[in-house]
């Protein structure tokens, strides 16, 4: 009899600790679907989507700020979403009727802790919970831990060539550069011109007021 009740024991225990270890690999699914659509539905309990707010240039601290998400809940115990289903079955290599029994199980576990008053935390997520009728949902900023502010600083490089191109044609900076100082230079032939002019007329005159 002890035996018996021992052996029933331990099963129950394993059967317990397996349930667990599948719901932590459950939490990674809806955590990683999340992060990819921008939106979870729990059958039975109502949808999180992902609201963001573009990223942002700080000038004066040279840093981009990534997009800012802000995580919200809709309670709506009739949202259902078959492309999770799919996701899922990809993901544990089972059919998608297997991973559908798997989720559905799992979702069921989620209702009843919650109906028993057990506040559960969705690995970055955030915090879900129910008072009376009303689910609710305390999003936390993991998802934002995820993807912080990087350096923006603005790089000169100096001789560093790239194609322009001049019409029908693609020539390099270097080649632009040639050629439009080549232009310059020759357009500035009429000022050594005019100043050689000057000088000419000053010797004239000065010859001239000097000797005559």
């Known amino acids: 009899m002890c035996y018996l009740t021992f052996v029933a024991s331990h099963t129950s225990t ?3 600790y397996a ?3 599948s719901n932590n690999f459950m939490y990674q699914y809806l955590a990683k679907y999340f992060s990819l659509n921008k939106k979870l539905v729990l059958p039975g309990i109502g949808l999180l ?3 963001a707010k573009p990223s942002q240039l700080e000038f004066v601290e040279k840093t981009l700020h990534a997009p800012v998400y802000a995580i919200s809940f809709q309670q709506d115990e009739n949202v259902t979403d078959y492309y999770f289903i799919s996701f899922l079955s990809k993901e544990i290599n089972v059919s998608e009727h297997d991973a559908g029994n798997r989720f559905s199980n ?3 576990q989620l209702i009843n802790k919650l109906q028993a008053g057990l506040a559960l935390q ?3 997520l955030g915090l879900l919970s129910k008072n009376d009728d009303a689910y609710n949902f305390i999003s936390t900023d993991t998802l934002q831990q995820l993807y912080p502010g990087v350096s923006a600083e603005r790089v000169i490089r100096q001789n560093a060539q790239h194609t322009v191109r001049v019409g029908e044609d693609h ?3 270097a080649e632009m550069y040639e050629i439009l100082h080549k232009e310059a230079t020759h357009d500035r032939w ?3 011109a005019i100043v050689l002019s ?3 007329i000053a010797a004239i005159l000065y010859y001239y007021l000097t000797f005559k």
């Open 190 to 192: 009429w000022i050594a």
């Open 106 to 108: 799992f979702i069921q």
């Open 171 to 173: 020539k390099t900076s």
């Open 14 to 16: 394993a059967y317990l």
């Open 49 to 51: 989507n992902a609201s």
């Open 19 to 21: 349930t667990e270890k």
């Open 198 to 200: 000057v000088v000419g």
């Open 122 to 124: 969705l690995p970055g």
